[in-house]
């Protein structure tokens, strides 16, 4: 199973990323995804997630502003992220999760927002 995570970059601030997750070697159509964040000294932290059905559950401080999909026939799962702020700086990881046996992390990709 690889989860392959790109789209990061530098964006100032008030910008917008898309961060996307591809996955091969899994059906991710029957896993809940997730995008995780680890801020520079800091632990990592739930940023957003999307379950099989297509619930989506959000961090207080990116709701609004952040929006995760899925693309099942794409084995696909983004993450549009507007208004981008500095609190938003961190490396920026997709999880795919089914049960508590099958719990897979991509490389990760780097968010830098600066002016």
């Known amino acids: 199973v690889q989860l392959q995570a790109s789209g990061g970059g530098l964006v100032q601030p008030g910008g917008s990323l898309r961060l996307s997750c591809v996955a091969s070697?899994?059906?991710?159509?029957?896993?809940?995804m997730g995008w995780y964040r680890r801020a520079p000294g800091k632990q990592r932290e739930l940023v957003a997630t999307?379950?099989?059905?297509?619930?989506?559950n959000y961090a207080d401080s990116v709701q609004g502003r952040f929006t995760i999909s899925r693309d099942n026939s794409e084995n696909t799962v983004v993450l549009q992220m507007n208004s981008l702020k500095r609190e938003d700086i961190a490396v920026y990881y997709c999880?795919?999760?089914?049960?508590?046996?099958?719990?897979?992390w991509g490389q990760g990709t780097q968010v830098t927002v600066s002016s």
């Open positions: 070697g899994v059906i991710l159509s029957i896993y809940d």
């Open positions: 999880n795919a999760r089914r049960g508590p046996s099958f719990n897979f």
């Open positions: 999307i379950n099989s059905g297509g619930s989506t």
